[in-house]
C-alpha cells in the first residue's frame, strides 16, 4: 500500500480530502427539513364592519402557495445535496478501484520481469554449452585432421607399391586376355551356331503353343458366350417371376377406394433396399384418378416387405417400375 501512495500521492491526498469532508457532514449535521416560518402578513388590517371574503380566501390561498413554494425549494436543495454526496462517494470507490488496478497491474509486471529475467538465465545457460560444445567440436576436428593426414600419407605410400604391382599384373593380364580372346572367338563361334538352332526350335514350338491357344481360346469364348446366354435367359425369367409376385403382393394389399371404376390402371416407379424394405414409391404415368394414384401408392407401402431376390441379381430390383393394374 505504502508503494501505491508513493507512486499516486495526488490520488492518496485526494482520497483523504474526501474522507474528511465526509466525517466532517456526518458530526456537523444539517437540518435539511428546516420548518418553514410563518411569513408576515403584508395585509393591512382596516377596520371596517364588513369584510370581503373573496379577498380574504385570495389571500389564504397566496399564503399557502407561498409556503408550498419554499417547502419545493429546502426540498429540492436537500435532493441536490444527496445526490453531490452520492457522487463524491462515487468517485471515492472509483478512485480506490483505480489504485487497486494499479496495484494489479504492477504485480503482473513484476511476474513479467522475474519471468524474463529466468528466460535471460536459461538463454546464457544454453548460450554457455553451446559454447563448449563449439570449443569441444573444434578439438575433435583438430585431432580428425591430424589422423587423417597421417592416414592420407600412408596411403600415398602404399599407392606407390600397388602401383609396381598393378604394373605387373597388366603385363600378365594382356598375356592372358589374348590367349582367352583367342579362345572365346572360337567358343562364341560355336556358341552362335547353337544358338541359332535353339532359337529355330522355339520357334517351331511358339507357333505350336499360339495356335493350340488360339483354339483354346475360342472354344473358351463359345463356352462362356453360351453360359452368359442361359444365365441372362435365367435372370430374365427370376426378374419377371419376382415382378410378377411383387405386383401380385400389392393388388392383394389393395384397398379399392369408393367409388373407383374399374378398367383404372397406373404406372408406379418403386425404390427398394436389400430385404425388400420400400425407400420411395412415385407415380410415373397417372390413371387419371388421384385417389386410385393415391390407393396403389398406399399399397405399396402397405405390402411391404416386398419378395426380391438376393446377391447381384438385387441391384435389378433397387429402382422397378411395374404397371398396377388391380383388374388383371
Not at 437540518?31 to 382596516?46: A, F, G, H
Not at 409556503?67 to 468517485?91: F, P, T, Y
Not at 393388388?251 to 436389400?274: E, F, H, N, Q
Amino acid at each position: 500500500m505504502l508503494q501505491i501512495l508513493k507512486r499516486n500521492p495526488m490520488a492518496a491526498i485526494i482520497a483523504v480530502v474526501m474522507h474528511l469532508l465526509i466525517i466532517l457532514f456526518m458530526v456537523v449535521g444539517v437540518d435539511w427539513l428546516e420548518k418553514p416560518k410563518q411569513p408576515k402578513s403584508t395585509v393591512e388590517v382596516v377596520q371596517a364592519r364588513v369584510v370581503d371574503q373573496e379577498k380574504v380566501r385570495e389571500q389564504v390561498k397566496k399564503l399557502k402557495q407561498d409556503e408550498k413554494r419554499k417547502l419545493d425549494e429546502q426540498l429540492s436543495v436537500r435532493k441536490k445535496e444527496e445526490q453531490r454526496l452520492a457522487e463524491l462517494k462515487k468517485k471515492q470507490q472509483a478512485e480506490k478501484n483505480r489504485l487497486a488496478e494499479l496495484e494489479k497491474q504492477r504485480q503482473t509486471e513484476e511476474k513479467k520481469r522475474q519471468v524474463a529475467k529466468r528466460e535471460r538465465q536459461q538463454e546464457e545457460a544454453r548460450r554457455q554449452k553451446a559454447e563448449d560444445q563449439r570449443k569441444e567440436s573444434e578439438k575433435k576436428q583438430k585431432l580428425e585432421e591430424q589422423r587423417r593426414k597421417e592416414q592420407e600419407a600412408k596411403r600415398i605410400a602404399e599407392e606407390k607399391a600397388q602401383k609396381k604391382i598393378e604394373a605387373k599384373r597388366i603385363a600378365e593380364e594382356k598375356q592372358r586376355k589374348e590367349a582367352e580372346a583367342k579362345k572365346a572367338a572360337q567358343e562364341k563361334k560355336r556358341k552362335a551356331e547353337a544358338e541359332k538352332k535353339r532359337k529355330a526350335e522355339l520357334e517351331r514350338k511358339r507357333k505350336a503353343a499360339e495356335a493350340k491357344r488360339q483354339a483354346e481360346a475360342a472354344q473358351k469364348a463359345r463356352e462362356d458366350e453360351l453360359l452368359a446366354a442361359m444365365e441372362a435367359e435365367h435372370n430374365a425369367r427370376e426378374v419377371d417371376r419376382y415382378i410378377i409376385q411383387i405386383s401380385q403382393k400389392i393388388v392383394r394389399s389393395w384397398l379399392r377406394p369408393a367409388g373407383i371404376s374399374d378398367g383404372l390402371k397406373c404406372t408406379l416407379r418403386v425404390r427398394l433396399a436389400p430385404g425388400g424394405t420400400v425407400l420411395a414409391v412415385s407415380v410415373t404415368s397417372s390413371s387419371g384418378n388421384g385417389a386410385f394414384d393415391r390407393s396403389a401408392t398406399a399399397a405399396v407401402y402397405k405390402a411391404e416387405p416386398l419378395p426380391v431376390p438376393t446377391g447381384a441379381l438385387f441391384e435389378q430390383f433397387r429402382d422397378i417400375n411395374f404397371e398396377f393394374d388391380p383388374n388383371r
